[in-house]
């Protein structure tokens, strides 16, 4: 199954995927039907054309948002140049209103407040059932399914101190969606294509494979010390690729067009602009 968010007369909803149509549910977004028991969320009877639907960040009011950082060997590897792997995940958080839709534009402050933007596709796993305490097999079973982000990161307030969080918890800075897609579609995600590119210039090429952590493991971690819910959301992490290790004093700029895909799932594509320049939602 394949559910999204879409922004329909003034408001958002949860929908599933029908054919080419989104078929509109009875919940503000894919979080909250899933809250609710996604099953059991009726159709309001309205049907929109995916090709001309305004998506939202498939959920858009998530409860939690958990990042882990160096999860990728490929990513380890430039980053710390062969350092040994890491024996436990590395952990920052977002808030909800981090999150924006995948085709939103993506507005970044003067480059005197934040340079060196960066790129970062990531596979994303939602929660879809109360876990505490899990063990893996559990941890798994609880998984509704996988998504698609961007973490687009300012690398000078990332790197001011140990504590990444600054520089990836913008506003409005980490496009999200398009679909949740369960397990009856790609299985546990275990072997995904991963890409992103910038003005349709190559950057990321990875494979789920290439995981240090994988999500199940990961929910897992996280459930130990924090209960996760229907809706909580945790990225997984990057892949190589990423712009920092470049050196290159200018990364992403407005008027970049950044295109995120993992296979099986779909594609964001997001530009950047400056602060004030962003366009609103199409509906």
Request: charged residues 20%; hydrophobic residues 45%; aromatic residues 4%.
């Amino acid at each position: 199954m394949r559910y999204a968010t879409v922004r329909h007369a003034g408001r958002t909803a949860a929908a599933v995927l029908d054919g080419t149509d989104l078929v509109l549910l009875d919940a503000a977004d894919v979080g909250e039907a899933l809250r609710a028991g996604i099953a059991d969320v009726r159709p309001t009877g309205e049907r929109i054309p995916l090709a001309t639907a305004d998506l939202a960040a498939v959920i858009s009011t998530p409860r939690k948002v958990i990042c882990l950082g160096l999860n990728y060997r490929s990513h380890i590897e430039e980053i710390t140049g062969g350092a040994p792997l890491p024996v436990y995940p590395t952990l920052f958080p977002k808030w909800a209103d981090t999150l924006t839709g995948p085709a939103d534009d993506i507005a970044v402050p003067p480059a005197e407040l934040a340079d060196r933007i960066d790129w970062e596709a990531e596979l994303v796993v939602v929660v879809g059932a109360p876990i505490h305490r899990a063990g893996v097999d559990e941890a798994r079973a609880a998984i509704a399914g996988y998504t698609i982000a961007n973490d687009i990161s300012m690398r000078n307030w990332q790197l001011r101190t140990d504590q990444w969080m600054p520089g990836k918890a913008w506003d409005a800075t980490t496009p999200l969606g398009p679909f949740l897609v369960t397990g009856d579609e790609i299985g546990d995600a275990a072997a995904l294509t991963i890409t992103c590119d910038v003005n349709g210039e190559r950057k990321q090429t990875g494979n789920t494979a290439d995981l240090l952590f994988t999500p199940a493991v990961a929910l897992s971690y996280i459930s130990t010390f924090t209960r996760l819910l229907p809706g909580d959301v945790v990225l997984t992490g990057t892949t190589g690729g990423v712009g920092m290790p470049s050196g290159a004093a200018t990364l992403l700029v407005p008027g970049d067009v950044v295109r995120t895909e993992v296979e099986g799932i779909g594609v964001l594509s997001n530009r950047i602009v400056a602060e004030g320049d962003a366009r609103g939602p199409r509906a």
